[in-house]
């Protein structure tokens, strides 16, 4: 039997999961974490935005003390190979999942790619550099994988953002996900890298088949109904591989038709639905987890919002106001010293209500950031963070 859901449904089902429609209590940041299924943080700023919009009271300080004294959150490459945080406590989960998901064929020049040997050897060879005492940089670490390895590892044939990176470069997304490494505080400006173990003692990759299960019953929850092709693209891996792994939990998910489109959702889930309100209107920074995996595009991303602030179909690349869980709008920001200022363009008339909603928005983001908040409402025409 197919059940059937409303869009409204569906939306107010995801913000209620991702805790933008009440914030949670503070002190929760690895449960709100780990219910978004990892904040993105390769804008560490943003990240810091992400999980400070979901809990009262929290501010960049808090995140940071969570990630670097108390350690219930760790830094570490997650889906897409992207930066995230994640709860400590679910980096066995993650990693035994990641590693097990297909890679595509590289895109490297045949001269410059690595052999499976080879990539085995960089990835003991990182797992192995990262154990010392003092986190090392990234040129530290390059340092100690080649002199381990040889020179074939230091050939400069990756492109990089600033020149050609030495080849073992390739693979280091791979350590992250087979857990041989994670971030470490940084060092001045420059980011540093270490062991898990140090977050998590004892740490090892859970088994990749449980490890792959679960992924898709945190994913269906926090994000479902969704199809096995918006998993694969959230994930960045095969279709045909994703369907599979669907088919794979077999009664654990249930189909589902939202308004003549079909799509999958725990059997847990059915008949949780949750209660639609006027939800607030809210400031989402970069790569904010809810924009990111939620579809369809053209539901959360309506008329001009798909065309401003989608990027061939990838969100994130640019901060959005929702309301309701719909893009309505795009904003900046732009900090200097303990101010930062805030310019926010709505694709729609904001009501007394609204502009009422976006001030108190304000004011929360200059609590999160600890810097005094100045708003100003008007054409936003910053490039896009890619």
């Not at 030495?166 to 992250?176: D, E, F, K, N, V």
């Not at 891996?237 to 249930?254: H, K, M, N, V």
């Amino acid at each position: 039997m197919t059940d059937s859901i409303t869009r409204q449904d569906v939306t107010a089902r995801r913000l209620a999961r991702h805790r933008l429609d009440r914030p949670a209590p503070p002190g929760k940041l690895p449960g709100v974490v780990g219910a978004m299924c990892g904040a993105h943080a390769q804008v560490m700023s943003a990240a810091e935005l992400s999980v400070g919009l979901r809990t009262l009271g929290t501010t960049r300080t808090d995140v940071r003390d969570a990630l670097w004294e108390e350690r219930t959150l760790v830094k570490a490459f997650g889906p897409r190979g992207t930066v995230h945080l994640l709860p400590s406590t679910e980096l066995p989960l993650w990693t035994g999942a990641l590693a097990a998901v297909p890679t595509p064929s590289s895109s490297m020049p045949k001269h410059a790619r690595m052999d499976a040997a080879q990539t085995e050897a960089v990835v003991a060879a990182v797992a192995d550099a990262v154990r010392g005492v003092e986190p090392p940089t990234i040129d530290e670490l390059s340092e100690a994988v080649i002199a381990r390895l040889g020179d074939w590892a230091a050939d400069l044939v990756v492109p990089g953002f600033t020149g050609m990176w030495p080849r073992w470069r390739q693979a280091l997304h791979t350590a992250g996900h087979r857990g041989a490494m994670c971030f470490g505080p940084n060092r001045g400006r420059k980011v540093t890298y270490t062991s898990p173990d140090r977050w998590l003692p004892g740490f090892a990759p859970a088994p990749a088949e449980e490890a792959l299960a679960e992924v898709v019953r945190h994913y269906l929850h926090t994000y479902g109904p969704a199809t096995s092709q918006q998993f694969a693209q959230w994930l960045n891996a095969p279709r045909r591989w994703a369907a599979e792994l669907f088919t794979s939990l077999g009664d654990e998910l249930r189909p589902v038709d939202v308004e003549g489109s079909p799509a999958w959702q725990l059997a847990a889930d059915a008949g949780m639905e949750q209660p639609f309100v006027e939800h607030e209107l809210r400031l989402l920074p970069y790569f904010d987890a809810y924009v990111v995996g939620s579809h369809p595009r053209e539901q959360v991303f309506p008329g001009p919002a798909g065309e401003r602030a989608l990027s061939s179909g990838q969100a994130g690349t640019v901060q959005v106001m929702t309301i309701g869980g719909t893009a309505a709008g795009v904003w900046h920001q732009k900090r200097s010293g303990r101010k930062v200022e805030l310019r926010v363009e709505a694709f729609t008339e904001l009501t007394r209500r609204r502009l009422d909603e976006l001030d108190a928005q304000v004011e929360r983001i200059g609590e999160i950031l600890e810097a005094k908040p100045v708003l100003s409402l008007g054409a936003v025409d910053t490039g896009k963070h890619l």
